[in-house]
């Protein structure tokens, strides 16, 4: 076996039987062998209750999230087709180390961002989101301290992510300036939080063009009917047995809502 796939087990299995990440023997040397770890874990794990892998989330995207976790680079993770939930969802607390949210914007995309037809821009991919959505993503700090975690160990691990809470899509064509909406955040009615989109890389549309460049740079492509957080715009709440979080943006629907039991 090699490092990779070595490495790409110890992950899985952590992940799978809730073992600190930060214990593991194994760690990427950098991001490129971080991201190719990723890729097989995804693999290993695709037959669990995460399931396959149906789209991406960008993290450390916003100025709040890059000053919360101290790397300034945007970096990315997947979202698992097993672990989207509609609006209202109640995540069980014993499933998780350590639960959290943050408010989020998110695309689904309505055709291919193929590698022939790369690099991207924010113009070059507009017309290839189909929709956008309200959403909460949903995080799990994995680590026994995550501060002293470092960034490649974080990507290997798909950069905390745990679920993704969607509210109604929107078209694309109905949303007039993606690049304008407000968002306010609150964890048992009270406000945690407020953002706007352009908050995301100045705007959302650059955070999808830099996440289908990165793709491509790993061999692969972001497809039709992928759902893609595009970050925190939020910074990260954890939350407890009983807590509720809404996050809403105005001007794209009803607020999404959680729940932890």
């Known amino acids: 076996m090699d490092a990779i796939a ?8 952590a992940r799978l039987s809730k073992l600190p990440v930060d214990e593991l023997p194994l760690r990427p040397k950098d991001e490129a062998e971080a991201y190719a770890i990723q890729s097989a874990v995804h693999r290993l794990i695709a037959r669990s209750r995460f399931g396959e892998v ?31 939930y509609p609006s209202g969802a109640a995540l ?10 943050e408010g989020a914007l998110a695309v689904r995309l309505g055709r291919d ?13 507009e017309d290839a989101v189909r929709s956008y959505m309200p959403a909460i993503e949903v995080v799990d700090n994995r680590y026994e301290d995550w501060h002293t975690v470092d960034t490649a160990t974080l990507i290997a691990d798909d950069f905390f992510a745990a679920a993704s809470v969607l509210g109604e ?8 300036d993606v690049a304008r909406l407000s968002g306010v955040a609150t964890v048992n009615g009270s406000e945690v939080g407020r953002c706007r989109s352009s908050d995301i890389m100045g705007h959302p549309l650059n955070a999808v063009a830099w996440l289908a460049n990165a793709l491509i740079g790993q061999r692969d492509s972001l497809k039709v009917g992928d759902t893609v957080l595009l970050g ?18 105005e ?10 039991k």
């Open 169 to 176: 899509p929107v078209s694309r064509q109905d949303v007039a």
């Open 232 to 249: 925190g715009l939020t910074q990260t709440r954890w939350l407890e047995v009983g807590d509720t979080a809404t996050f809403q943006l």
């Open 54 to 84: 149906a789209g991406y989330k960008v993290g450390c995207a916003t100025p709040v999230m890059q000053k919360y976790l101290g790397i300034r680079q945007p970096c990315f993770g997947a979202v698992f087709a097993g672990t989207m």
């Open 6 to 13: 070595e490495a790409a087990s110890l992950f899985a299995a």
């Open 251 to 260: 001007g794209l629907g009803d607020r999404v809502e959680v729940s932890v």
């Open 113 to 125: 961002l193929s590698a022939t037809e790369g690099p991207y821009d924010a113009r070059k991919v």
């Open 92 to 101: 069980r607390h014993e499933t998780f180390f350590q639960i959290g949210v």
